[in-house]
């Protein structure tokens, strides 16, 4: 038996979209308030964007830190580039650097 590859797995999905955040919970229900912060600090600069929920997706939750040598949750990928956890999410949303990298990703991705 074959076994996925959930690392080519975590790669197309960082591939295809232009932002994701691998977190725990989904959006609407985050799981945890680093997730949440993550997911508000999004909404406020008007971020469109995809998301994983490592809880079920145990497999992707394991490799994920591995793909992107960051051993923390949640992780935002911005044009298939590892931006951060929360707390850089959070200072990028303050200083505005956040909304300038959703939109040129947005914008790309159009």
């Known amino acids: 038996m074959n076994k996925p590859d959930f690392e080519a797995l975590i790669r197309k999905q960082i591939a295809d979209n232009a932002i994701i ?5 989904v959006p609407e229900a ?5 997730s949440a912060a993550a997911v508000k600090a999004l909404g406020a600069v008007g971020a469109e964007f995809a998301y994983v929920n490592i809880l079920a997706n145990p497999s992707i ?10 051993p923390t949750f949640p992780q935002l990928f911005i044009k298939g580039e590892l931006i951060g956890g929360s707390d850089i999410v959070v200072n990028m949303a303050a200083d505005g650097s956040l909304k ?9 991705s159009a």
């Open 30 to 34: 985050p799981e945890c308030g680093f």
């Open 100 to 108: 300038t990298a959703v939109a040129e990703a947005q914008g790309a």
């Open 21 to 25: 955040l691998y977190m725990k919970g």
């Open 61 to 70: 939750r394991e490799r994920l830190p591995k793909v992107s040598g960051w």
